[in-house]
C-alpha cells in the first residue's frame, strides 16, 4: 500500500485548478481521482481535460474512501464551506490562498480538521523557493543585526477585463479584498513568515484604477514590529505594467533584498562562507510571477506542496505549511482593511 499513488479529489474548476491538476499529475505519489464544480458543465470538461471522474457534488466527494487529499480551489469566501465537511470527514485538504475571508471562516476550517483528525494545508509556495529560504536562514542566524526595516512590494497589473471576467474577484464578499487579500498575500505571508507578525499597522487603501470593482486595487501600510524594526507593504493592481514581487530586510549589520525569490542584494558587516554565490542565484526564481498575468505563474510551487501533502498523508506528520500558520497573513491583511476603514492604528 506504501507504493500506492495518494487519490486527489480538486473542489473547483476555475483557472488555479488547472496549476493543481498539473501539479498533482507532476508527483508520482499523487493521482487526481475526482473534481467537483456547482457548474455541471464546467466539471465535466476539466474531468475530460485532466482524465479524472467528474462527481455531482461535494457529498459524493466527500464520501469517496478512495479519495485520500482535496485540493480546494472554488473563489476565496467558498473555502470553509467545502473544507469543513472534507475536513470532518477525514481528508486532508490544500487550501488555496485566503484561507477564507474571515477570520470565523478559518476557524471553522482548523476546528474542523482538529474534530476529524484530518491535515489542513495552505498554499503559500514562495515560502518554499531558494531565495526566501537562504534570507530566512540568514535572519535566523542574527546576519541582519538589529533588524530595523521590513518591507514588501507587491506594485502589480491587472486589466479591467480580469474583474469583469468574473462574478466574485473584486468583491468584498467571495474575495474578501482586493489588491492586498488576493494579490499581495504571498508577500504578506513571506514577510511576516521571515521577521513575524507586526504588532500595530496603520495603513490607507484606494479603488484608483478599476472603478467596477468593490474592493481596493492599491494599498499602503506602515508595520511596527515587536522587535521595534519597522517596515511597509505596497500592494496594486493598478500599476501598469507591473513591478515583480520585491521583500526588503535591513538591519544594522546587514541589507538584502529578494525579487521573484531572486537574491538582488547581499550586503553584510561581516561576511561568511558562500556570499559570494548567493547572488548567482543558481536554482532560484522558480517560484514567483503572476506580476500582470495571473498565468503566468510557476507550477513548480504547487508540485512541491502536492508532493508534501501526500507525504504527510504516507508519514503520518504534518505538512509544510499547517492552517494555523496560513491564518497569520490572513490576521495581518484584516488588520490593514480595519485601519484603513476606520483610520485608526490597529493592534494585532
Known amino acids: 500500500m506504501s507504493n500506492t499513488p495518494i487519490g486527489f479529489a480538486i473542489i473547483g474548476t476555475g483557472m488555479i485548478a488547472e496549476f493543481h491538476s498539473k501539479a498533482i499529475s507532476l508527483v508520482p505519489e499523487a493521482r487526481l481521482i475526482s473534481a467537483y464544480s456547482r457548474s455541471e458543465?464546467?466539471?465535466?470538461?476539466?474531468?475530460?481535460?485532466?482524465?479524472?471522474?467528474?462527481?455531482?457534488?461535494?457529498?459524493?466527494?466527500?464520501?469517496?474512501?478512495?479519495?485520500?487529499?482535496?485540493?480546494?480551489?472554488?473563489?476565496?469566501?467558498?473555502h470553509a464551506e467545502a473544507a469543513v465537511p472534507l475536513l470532518k470527514a477525514g481528508k486532508a485538504v490544500l487550501c488555496e490562498k485566503p484561507m477564507d475571508v474571515t477570520l470565523e471562516a478559518v476557524d471553522s476550517i482548523l476546528g474542523a480538521a482538529k474534530e476529524g483528525g484530518a491535515i489542513i494545508a495552505g498554499v503559500f509556495q514562495n515560502r518554499l523557493g531558494r531565495g526566501a529560504q537562504i534570507l530566512k536562514a540568514a535572519i535566523e542566524a542574527g546576519r541582519f543585526g538589529k533588524l530595523s526595516l521590513c518591507s514588501a512590494y507587491i506594485k502589480w497589473w491587472r486589466s479591467d477585463e480580469y474583474y469583469t471576467s468574473s462574478s466574485w474577484k473584486g468583491t468584498w464578499r467571495m474575495d474578501g479584498g482586493g489588491a492586498l487579500m488576493n494579490q499581495g498575500i504571498h508577500a504578506v505571508d513571506l514577510l511576516q513568515w521571515l521577521v513575524g507578525l507586526p504588532q500595530k499597522v496603520g495603513a490607507f487603501a484606494g479603488t484608483l484604477a478599476h472603478p467596477m470593482i468593490q474592493t481596493e486595487d492599491t494599498l499602503s501600510a506602515t508595520?511596527?514590529?515587536?522587535?521595534?524594526?519597522l517596515g511597509v507593504i505596497e500592494a496594486a493592481t493598478s500599476s501598469y505594467?507591473?513591478?515583480?514581487?520585491?521583500?526588503?530586510?535591513?538591519?544594522?549589520?546587514?541589507?538584502?533584498?529578494?525579487?521573484?525569490?531572486?537574491?538582488t542584494r547581499w550586503d553584510f558587516a561581516e561576511t561568511a562562507p558562500g556570499d559570494e554565490d548567493v547572488l548567482k542565484n543558481d536554482g532560484g526564481g522558480k517560484i514567483g510571477g503572476g506580476t500582470a498575468d495571473p498565468k503566468a505563474i510557476s507550477v513548480e510551487g504547487?508540485?512541491?506542496?502536492?508532493?508534501?501533502?501526500?507525504?504527510?498523508?504516507?508519514?503520518?506528520?504534518?505538512?509544510?505549511?499547517?492552517?494555523?500558520?496560513?491564518r497569520r497573513a490572513v490576521k495581518l491583511i484584516l488588520a490593514c482593511y480595519q485601519s484603513a476603514r476606520t483610520g485608526q492604528i490597529v493592534e494585532l
Do not use: W, Y
Open 41 to 78: 458543465d464546467a466539471c465535466a470538461a476539466f474531468a475530460k481535460a485532466n482524465g479524472c471522474n467528474a462527481a455531482r457534488s461535494l457529498e459524493e466527494i466527500t464520501n469517496d474512501p478512495a479519495v485520500r487529499a482535496v485540493c480546494i480551489t472554488t473563489p476565496s469566501g467558498a
Open 302 to 326: 504547487h508540485r512541491r506542496l502536492v508532493e508534501d501533502l501526500a507525504l504527510a498523508i504516507r508519514d503520518n506528520r504534518p505538512p509544510m505549511i499547517p492552517g494555523e500558520e496560513a
Open 241 to 263: 505594467p507591473g513591478s515583480d514581487l520585491r521583500i526588503e530586510i535591513t538591519g544594522n549589520k546587514g541589507s538584502a533584498a529578494i525579487v521573484n525569490d531572486r537574491i
Open 223 to 229: 508595520l511596527q514590529f515587536p522587535n521595534g524594526a
